[in-house]
């Protein structure tokens, strides 16, 4: 016998069960645990080549017989029994059968009884001690009917406080769930405000700047534009420098233009624009602009959507988030480009006095690139900021200056892998398209 088997058999015979193997026929042919004891006193070895059946009384042979014969179908049985081992009284025990398989057949059984004499027992005498007591409460209840009027009154009045609780414990849920609503949404505003309060602070950083750089750049035109009035006295090679400092500083201008639109202190012109009557203009120029393999369609709302706004700052706006959309795609895809009306929203205006009938006029531009991760979307409008090599990241800041500035906002929808939609939101221009108050 190896180290194994011997280890085996020591901690088989240390156990407080009565563990045996029985062939096919439910004869013993092997026993160990200290278990086996209360089953077998002269010795646990006698119990070896005796059937299984013959250790049970006459009885509960049946029983027994009916458990070896589903266990030799593949069923683990588990039962509780007595049995009496000779001299004393009757112990209990609780039996669990498995069957053993080999080469889809069965072999041989297991079988591992505790003795639960005690547990029984004890469940016995609680047993005794609650009918004795359910006696004696009924005694009392029925002796006087006074007392089953109260008993009967105390049972209501449990059943009541029982309700009430349920009730209060409803409410209270009720009440957290709206505390955590209400938790959410001053997250949600607290977020906003930083992000109004941050866009205010860089606005008026960039407001100041451009327009001490548009002052100077003003002396600069002046000055050149005096050079080019005496261009006749200046070499050919000067006159080229000139003309090229010039449009340098007009692309300077349109830069400084850019950015106090991003602050919202450029000069606007606004005025009442048919904003489908606009969009569909601009489609056709988009489609040259974007080049022959980005493909451009529109779907428009029919009747007016009048809207009031600085036309073409809003040209420009579109045009830039056109060509952003463009470059998402790596120049070939589809821009679905669509223009309607719809109830009113979060973004107010002077024109929406009666938040009952305010309504907003939307376009919105939809790219099939690859869209944009949340880190990317939540500073997309951040001036100078861009993921594009050699951007400016001006462009879609000017788009939102211009919006703010017609009292509109911006609505990003985009998935990573799917693509992108920009949604410009402005409130509908309650007054005639001709100009006229």
Known sequence: MSDWDGRYRQFVEASSDCMKELDRDGVIRFVAGLGCAALAPE?????????????????????????????????????????????????????MVAPVVADDE?????VISRDVTERVELQTSLESIIEIMQDRLNQTVASTATASTRYGTLMERLESEHGARRDAESRLAGVREQLDMANRARQLAEAGARQAQKQQAIGQLVSGIAHDFNNMLQTVIVSLSGLQDDCEELAPRHRRMVTYAVEGARHATALTRRLLAFARNQHSQPEAVDLGDLVMAFADFARHALGGRVGVEVFRQPGALPVWVDRHGLEQALMNVCLNARDAMDGFGQVVIEVGEREGGPVLSEFARDAATYRQVFVSIADTGGGMPEEVRQRLFEPYFTTKEGGSGLGLAQVYGTVAQAGGGVEIESETGVGTRIRLVFPRYPGPLDGEE
């Open 43 to 95: 010795g646990a070895d006698r119990l070896i080549g005796r059937h299984w059946l013959e250790l049970w009384p006459p009885e509960a042979q049946d029983m027994v017989a009916r458990v070896l014969d589903r266990a030799a179908a593949g069923e683990r049985v588990d039962f509780v029994g007595s049995r009496n081992p000779g001299a004393g009284s009757a112990r209990w025990w609780e039996v």
């Open 106 to 110: 069965l072999d041989h059984f297991i």
